[in-house]
């Protein structure tokens, strides 16, 4: 199985280009995980008043999971619209619908108005928003592949990925903001509108930038059109690339386990062992979601001068170490160093974004989008549905569980970094590379 040439040219992607595909990027995660914080609060407005609390989170966890259950049904065919009709068309759907489902669901009538209609009209719009949000993310990462001068891949993929990690931090700090200035009543009478609201006003914002980009030159330049609906013999060669799915779904678990436990579950997990003040913490992980974004983008610009393979294992051994560090910190230090310590977590946990690097050489032009984003959603939709449960029965038996989970994605990016190290001419992406 060979990793793809890119390029034959040296193009250059503009910063204005950068910084759309980012606030794309960036929007995108903010409207999805909008649903996750708000989760009591849409408890309270659409479904029915429950006097069990675990029953009324899990009502809406379900919502939170029907995304990522459709994420790969979105994935698949936008990624091959985008394979077929380019790029740029798929990253203007994609948004289109990420907008109208974020102000849809801002106007929707609540239970006590409508009854049972509420949460269904919520669920389909949440599906819609799976969908669209599924191939988002591969398709701004390959579009920025396929424009980016070769020797700066890992820059300006980092920026990207660095942007998932704004779009969280905003919305933490919307959310923070109106649970601050907005009692739980006000919240459920119409404060929960307001974060969809931003929501869709990010969006439409993005998606009009989205029409000023151009096509990606090397989806312009390929000799062949093809058809919407490949025939299985036509499909099947790419079938066989039985290295590549799996090197992109072992890929696509680090990031989905780094993002989903530093970034979102770490908090909640340190919580249950632990007594550190909630404001504390709190601050702590958006300072930490800073400091991954500093991360990303440094060792993107370590990978181009030493090489990806060579930084992934240094990235990957220092994380190991500094999650090992954290924990015991907070075991026997009481936490009283949490800052600094969350910080560099949160640095080190910057490794995952050099996974888009090699994600986007796996496969070639023809179905670059397509086999991405479906092997990239179906393995983050197994690990955004497992995880939490998992790691929180876990932790909840033996505190160190968090550190031992990084450790153990840790070694899994060492041994992909090894892997990828050991191959001569990866550095050389001109030319294609057998495995």
Not at 8 to 15: A, E, G
Not at 130 to 140: E, V
Not at 184 to 195: A, F, K, N, T, V
Not at 240 to 258: P, Q, V
Request: charged fraction near 10%; aromatic fraction near 12%.
């Amino acid at each position: 199985m060979p990793f793809v040439a890119l390029s034959d040219s040296s193009s250059s992607v503009s910063p204005k280009q950068l910084m759309i595909i980012c606030a794309s990027n960036a929007v995108t995660y903010f409207d999805f995980l909008i649903y996750l914080f708000m989760t009591d609060i849409i408890s309270s407005t659409f479904f029915p008043a429950n006097d069990d609390p675990i029953l009324a989170k899990m009502q809406v966890l379900s919502l939170f999971i029907a995304g990522y259950l459709t994420r790969p049904i979105g994935a698949m065919l936008l990624g091959r619209y985008a394979d077929v009709k380019g790029r740029r068309p798929a990253l203007i759907i994609s948004m289109s619908c990420i907008a109208v489902t974020a102000l849809i669901t801002a106007s929707l009538p609540t239970y006590a108005q409508v009854g049972i209609l509420s949460p269904i009209l919520f669920f389909i719009a949440r599906l819609i928003q799976g969908m669209a949000f599924g191939a988002h993310t591969p398709l701004g990462w390959v579009y920025i592949a396929e424009h980016v001068n070769k020797r700066n891949l890992a820059t300006y993929l980092s920026f990207v990925t660095a942007s998932f990690m704004l779009g969280e931090l905003g919305s933490n700090l919307l959310f923070e903001v109106i649970t601050s200035t907005h009692t739980r009543d006000q919240l459920i009478e119409s404060g929960w509108r307001i974060p969809f609201v931003w929501a869709a006003m990010f969006s439409f914002v993005v998606l009009l930038l989205l029409q000023t980009l151009n096509e990606t030159p090397i989806f312009t330049n390929q000799p062949n059109k093809q058809p919407f609906v490949l025939k299985l013999s036509e499909l099947s060669p790419y079938l066989k690339r039985f290295n590549a799915i799996f090197l992109a779904m072992i890929i696509t678990f680090i990031i989905a386990s780094l993002t989903m436990v530093i970034a979102l579950l770490l908090p909640e997990l340190i919580s249950m062992k632990f007594s550190i003040d909630e404001s504390m913490l709190t601050f702590s992980n958006n300072l930490s979601l800073l400091f991954l974004m500093i991360g990303c983008v440094f060792y993107g610009l370590i990978a181009d001068k030493s090489g990806t393979g060579k930084t992934m294992m240094i990235g990957a051994a220092a994380l190991m170490i500094q999650a090992l560090a954290f924990f015991y910190h907070l075991e026997h230090g009481g936490g009283s160093f949490i800052l600094f310590m969350y910080a560099i977590l949160g640095f080190c946990a910057g490794i995952m974004s050099l996974g888009s690097v090699i994600l986007v050489q796996l496969f070639p032009t023809e179905v670059r989008v397509t086999a991405v984003s479906l092997t990239y959603n179906l393995m983050y939709a197994l690990v955004g549905i497992t995880l939490p449960f998992g790691l929180g029965y876990a932790t909840n038996l033996v505190s160190f569980s968090p550190a031992l989970y990084i450790t153990f994605v840790s070694i899994v990016t060492f041994i992909i970094g090894l892997y990828i190290y050991r191959l001569p001419k990866f550095k050389n992406l001109d030319e294609s590379i057998k495995l």
